[in-house]
């Protein structure tokens, strides 16, 4: 079964430096996003991306965070200037070119700002 | 954000037993409803979902309610399984393709 993956799993970073999280899609899906949970929080939406741009982004997705899909098979969240409060499990997830067919989610980056 | 609450943080069941897990919302302009089931380092994945336009759709042993006029969604299991036991995430739509909006999760214990 297609499933979506994530690289690395578990990502440590000091404050400041900036971080690439990578995601490879469901291959024939036509729908990205990026979510994020911090430890005991819900999961919070931060982007969709569509047709190579984003479609929405919600406020946690400030001037530090942007997204790609550099070789259409690719798709990363950077985030540059990390601070602590970046520490989170993200989670990218695609939909397929049918929109409604549900999000298939990543098995998520853990993310550690020191 | 509290467009969308799961009230009970946990659930247990007995094995055999119904599952009820509840999720309430403040808008109306939502029009998808989606569960999704986590375990412990793995993303959610799908259970089952439905449309402002039903007000129930079943998958063998998963059940979706849904009442627009009381803003509530509900998800039954019947029988419950050991593994069942996993966090339990409504999620909620304005348009499909947008967007999910979570609920903080009820993490369901089912002990045979």
Redesign the interface.
Known sequence: EPE?TQTPSHQVTQMGQEVILRCVPISNHL?F?W?RQILG?????LV?F?NNEIS?K?EIFDDRFSVERPDGSNFTLKIRSTKLEDSAMY?C?S?PPR??D???????TRLTVL | DQQVKQNSPSLSVQEGRISILNCDYTNSMFDYFLWYKKYPAEGPTFLISISSIKDKNEDGRFTVFLNKSAKHLSLHIVPSQPGDSAVYFCALQYNQGGKLIFGQGTELSVKP
């Not at chain 1, 549900?102 to 998520?108: D, L, N, R, V």
């Open positions: 979506v729908y996003y979510y929080q819900k999961v919070e939406f969709s569509y929405e919600s989670f997830a939909g929109v409604e549900e999000q298939f989610f990543g098995p998520g």
